[in-house]
């Protein structure tokens, strides 16, 4: 009978090729966390029961021009201010290891540290979560882009009807989004989310998927400019549209979405934002567990300046 390890493998080792003694990624990428990072999207809050925003939600009623010096003025009780509230959602990343693990990976026979490559697995798990619920329309009471920027314009985000009050409602088109009309279409939904030249609330982000920015990026042949000349320099291609960065996440839909930081958030509470617990022994297991736990939600206080193509 032919022995099942060979001479050669029994005396060497292989050789282990892990960068900074690093497992190597195969399924994250968080474009739209990173660039939301970097604008500002991702706030962190004191935290409380709910979050809310306190809204003026429409021009005095009583302004107005007078017919004669001498009309009679309004004395109506002034209201023009209302909150939109939103209730926090829970996320949680489980680490669990056993004492047997620990023993069959001591440091001087390390590929990858055991129980760190879990911990980054967590971190990153724990946002990538975030990534892809945020494309749909609400996760266990994370509130996503379908449910915060519909492709009706309408829905209750914040407890406010939309169907009744319009200016609770969001910018969306039912576009055919191909070459010839992406650009016309996407200059559309900036300026009716701008209401105007030279607004500070304009979109400063563009985000869709693979096969939309392509289409996008395809338009721009020759025309192709970057908007951070150190990206360009590291050789990555961030398009602009305007004052807006467009880019695409590997769990966008079929759909654009435009957005400013100052009225669409990620809030986090800042006593449970990605908070590493303890390391724990797992009672009558050999065993023991570590938690990765945010309290967050996704909201809007200015529904109006948010837009969709889809």
Known sequence: MAVTISQIIAASYNDVENEARTPENQWAENAFLREAEKQGFIETIPGGPQIENTLDYRRNPSAGFLVSDLDAVPLVKTEVL??????PAQLSASIVWSKGDDAKNPETNQKVPLVKSLI????????????QAIFSTTTNGFLGFQTLIPDSGQGSPGGIDSSV????????VDATLSAATIEAEMTLAYNVCSKGTGSSLTPTLVVTNAQLH??????QQGLQRFVDTQESKAGFKLLAFKTARVIYSQYAT????FLNPKSIKIQMYKQAKRKLGNELEIPGQNGFERKIYTMLQASTNNKSRLG???
């Not at 392509?214 to 338009?219: I, K, L, P, R, V």
């Open 308 to 310: 969709v193509l889809y």
């Open 120 to 131: 980054t697995n967590a971190l990153t798990s724990h946002d990538d979560v975030i990534e």
């Open 214 to 219: 392509a289409t996008f990026e395809g338009t």
């Open 165 to 172: 009050e319009a200016w609770w409602r969001n910018y969306a």
């Open 254 to 257: 079929a759909r654009m979405y």
């Open 82 to 87: 209302t909150a939109a509230v939103y209730d």
